[in-house]
């Protein structure tokens, strides 16, 4: 069946440097989301990428989709404390009703 | 706003007793999934539904059943609840849109079986 696979698991930063996670699926993918999950709390849908070769930007935060399509990456440009938490990237599995979830990367910032 | 809410926030049951997770959904949303979240393991999807009475098995679904007669309600059932079932339940709906879904997260339920 399909895989996203995230990478890093953990990333310790300094509060005010860059940060990246990336995402890589095994099949191509109609669009992907990302979501982020605060300690305790529950993921939060961030954003949607549906275009190949799409870039997405939220405040520090840069969300790009592969040209082929198959993978994303997160980029948070001056860490904040607030930006702490997990974030996960997710594919819908052969367009259907399911979300494959990567297995998130968990940010924690030094301040 | 889209609201899941899910009716326990914290249980802790005894081994062997039937556990009942219930989940709301205020936005007709067609899909609603239960997940579990363990540290290291990520999100696992239990079950889902796309319509009333329908369901579908997840990845993980040996030790749970679900229920689903209101297209607002999904209720994630343990049979017989064990230690190894003490986690984060998440539910979440959606409804499909032309490119993909997106999800919403109800805000868990932590369940410790002793």
């Known amino acids: 069946g399909q895989q996203v696979m995230q990478i890093p698991q953990y990333q310790h930063v300094q509060e005010g440097e860059d940060f990246t996670t990336y995402c890589n699926s095994s099949t191509t993918l109609s669009n992907i989301q990302w979501y982020k999950q605060r300690p305790g709390g529950h993921p939060v849908f961030l954003i949607q990428?549906?275009?190949?070769?799409e870039v997405k930007k939220q405040k520090r935060l840069t969300f790009q989709f592969g040209e082929a399509k198959k993978n994303s990456s997160l980029h948070i440009t001056a860490t904040q404390t607030t930006d702490v938490g997990t974030y996960f990237c997710?594919?819908?599995?052969?367009?259907?009703?399911?979300?494959?979830f990567g297995g998130g990367t968990r940010l924690m910032v030094k301040p | 706003d889209v609201k899941v809410t899910q009716s326990s926030r914290y249980l802790v049951k005894r081994t062997g007793e039937k556990v009942f997770l219930e989940c709301v959904q205020d936005?007709?949303?067609?899909?609603m999934f239960w997940y579990r979240q363990d540290p290291g393991l990520g999100l696992r999807l239990i079950y889902f539904?796309?319509?009333?009475?329908?369901?579908e098995k997840g990845d993980i679904p040996e030790g749970y059943s679900v229920s689903r007669e209101k297209k607002e309600r999904f209720s994630l059932i343990l049979e017989s609840a064990s230690t190894n079932q003490t986690s984060m339940y998440l539910c979440?709906?959606?409804?499909?849109?032309?490119?993909?879904?997106?999800?919403?997260f109800g805000e868990g339920s932590w369940l410790t079986v002793v």
């Open positions: 539904s796309y319509d009333v009475k329908m369901k």
């Open positions: 979440a709906s959606s409804f499909i849109q032309d490119s993909g879904n997106t999800i919403y």
């Open positions: 990428l549906v275009k190949s070769g």
């Open positions: 936005m007709d949303h067609e899909n």
């Open positions: 997710a594919g819908p599995e052969n367009a259907g009703n399911m979300l494959t």
